[in-house]
């Protein structure tokens, strides 16, 4: 059983700085795409960053020069370095990951959500 655990969120003011983290654990053969989706209020999830297992990055447009997408490998986890963040970025940020649990299959996973605020 494959689990995504997050952390990191919270309430902070606009222009400010936060650090979302995700850990995976479980059956794990390998790790291809991760990445950061958001819901923010009335409207549909949408892919915020993502990075690939060879480190090739894509930013929505409103993330671009903000928001920096990261992963360790070894610890199995993904990062979200958001700065200079603005109201709009405000929502429910979700960890998706692609995972492979033998050679010949994987599946997607999500972490349960974790609330970013901002203030203005």
């Known amino acids: 059983q494959v689990r995504l655990v997050e952390s990191g969120g919270g309430l902070v003011q606009a222009g400010g700085s936060l650090t979302l983290s995700c850990a995976a654990s479980?059956?794990?053969?390998?790790?291809?795409?991760m990445g950061w989706y958001r819901r923010a209020p009335g409207k549909q999830r949408e892919l915020v960053a993502s990075?690939?297992?060879?480190?090739?990055?894509n930013y929505a447009d409103s993330a671009k020069g903000r928001f920096t997408v990261s992963r360790d490998n070894a610890k199995k986890a993904v990062f979200l370095q958001m700065n200079s963040l603005k109201p709009e970025d405000t929502g429910v940020y979700y960890c998706?990951?692609?995972?492979?649990?033998?050679?010949?299959?994987?599946?997607?996973?999500w972490g349960q959500g974790t609330q970013v605020t901002v203030s203005s």
């Open positions: 990075i690939t297992s060879g480190g090739r990055t």
């Open positions: 998706y990951a692609d995972i492979n649990g033998s050679w010949f299959r994987s599946d997607d996973y």
């Open positions: 479980g059956n794990i053969f390998r790790i291809n795409n």
